[in-house]
T-cell receptor
């Protein structure tokens, strides 16, 4: 079955540590996204990528970094510079960033990060 | 002013009634609007998209768009307990990025 796999589902880290969240898709989608969701809040865009080896900052990119070395993979690193990293992180993909293919996002199951 | 405004709820409706959710947005250029449903602890799933003024019906769901007044709404007819979830409004903003509202929590009581 095609879909998006995020891992780990739950992650606990100490303050000051970098953590990397994995996102893999087998949908052959060009575009991939990372969103952050805080309790009772909507989704806020961290980074997105339209094509391999290219990515753009979203609305809250500070303290995060990404890479897109393969079409299927878009890992997110939460660095120690991120002031309040505890949140639910959602990876998504779409067939493209522009046009009709950009209108439907497929989401992974999410990764819940808690910083102790 | 937030780009997308939704009443956080909870919106409590009895089973079988109509649930009415509203969303206002600030970007006059937006052409594409979406409703996502998110169950607690799960990821969002797209339930409706609407691109032109008027109503769009899909099963028990009806989306209504009024670009002049900059609002989009979602009606859920014959509400079921399984409809209890948070409903996120989203629109396609500049740069083709989706901008989400904070969501409205709906509780359908048997």
């Amino acid at each position: 079955d095609g879909g998006i796999t995020q891992s780990p589902k739950y992650l606990f880290r100490k303050e000051g540590q970098n953590v990397t969240l994995s996102c893999e898709q087998n949908l052959n989608h060009d575009a991939m996204y990372w969103y952050r969701q805080d309790p009772g809040q909507g989704l806020r865009l961290i980074y997105y990528s339209q094509i391999v080896n290219d990515f753009q900052k979203g609305d809250i990119a500070e303290g995060y970094s990404v890479s897109r070395e393969k079409k299927e993979s878009f890992p997110l690193t939460v660095t120690s510079a991120q002031k309040n990293p505890t949140a639910f992180y959602l990876c998504a993909s779409s067939a493209s960033v522009v046009g009709a293919g950009a209108n439907v996002l497929t989401f992974g199951a999410g990764s819940r990060l808690t910083v102790l | 002013q937030k780009e997308v405004e939704q009443n956080s709820g909870p919106l409590s409706v009895p089973e079988g009634a109509i649930a009415s959710l509203n969303c206002t947005y600030s970007d006059r250029v937006s052409q594409s609007f979406f409703w996502y449903r998110q169950y607690s602890g799960k990821s969002p799933e797209l339930i409706m998209s609407i691109y032109s003024n008027g109503d769009k019906e899909d099963g028990r769901f009806t989306a209504q768009l009024n670009k002049a007044s900059q609002y989009v709404s979602l009606l859920i007819r014959d509400s079921q307990p399984s409809d209890s979830a948070t409903y996120l409004c989203a629109f396609k903003a500049a740069g083709n990025k989706l901008t989400f509202g904070g969501g409205t929590r709906v509780l359908v009581k048997p």
